[in-house]
């Protein structure tokens, strides 16, 4: 009985839809049945490729100061290199030393930054190989560089070059270093061309009252 009813109920649901579809066909003989619409698919546009910086960052890049134009004297520092020489070891004693140099520009070319490291096999046993790193810029005012050094043993060294150093053969930095337990110390350390971008690098110092040399080095590609 319950599935008969069901039935009996969806025919005459079925029949009463179909009234109102069969009255507007006589009503408006010439309506069409509805057609779906058949539209072509309109093919992707691609989207126009912005730059990678807006106009007021192209602007800005625009004025970004070039790099000074004495840098071209610092051209012997930039790459690797190896030096090799004598320095002075702990105890006051010189010994054979090679330190590997590794220099490039930064910021736009507005500084050149070094990393050297002390190799192992110079060392004695339980010596660590120092490390360095130095950072030259350049003072507009003064028309001279300007160097900051830091090392893997807690001593820091600031520095000023020589003037002219594009016409001479030499550098010169003439400054203060500051040792791990704050005294403070005079030091000079020149740089001399040597052709084929090589060049001699000595390094002197202040010990116990007495000037000595720290370090006589020839770096070579």
């Avoid at 105890?91 to 590997?100: K, V």
Wanted: proline residues 9%.
């Amino acid at each position: 009985m319950t599935k008969w009813w069901i039935g009996s109920m969806a025919l005459a649901a079925m029949a009463t839809m179909a009234q109102p579809r069969a009255r507007a066909q006589q009503d408006y003989p010439d309506m069409q049945p509805y057609q779906p619409m058949q539209q072509q698919p309109q093919p992707l546009q691609p989207r126009p490729v912005e730059p990678p910086y807006s106009e007021g960052e192209q602007q800005q890049n625009e004025m970004q100061p070039a790099p000074p134009p004495d840098f071209g004297a610092l051209q012997m520092f930039m790459g690797h290199l190896t030096c090799s020489g004598t320095a002075m070891a702990p105890d006051g004693t010189q010994r054979n030393t090679t330190i590997e140099w590794n220099g490039r520009t930064d910021l736009a070319g507005q500084i050149l930054t070094i990393r050297g490291q002390e190799q192992p096999s110079d060392l004695t046993q339980g010596e660590t190989p120092m490390q360095f790193l130095a950072v030259i810029g350049y003072d507009q005012a003064r028309q001279r560089f300007v160097a900051f050094a830091f090392d893997s043993e807690g001593a820091r060294e600031q520095d000023i070059s020589n003037a002219n150093v594009v016409r001479g053969n030499a550098i010169t930095f003439t400054g203060h270093m500051v040792m791990p337990n704050g005294q403070s110390q005079p030091v000079r350390e020149t740089f001399t061309r040597a052709g084929r971008g090589s060049f001699r690098w000595i390094g002197e110092g202040t010990v116990n009252g007495r000037a000595e040399r720290l370090m006589d080095l020839t770096c070579q590609r």
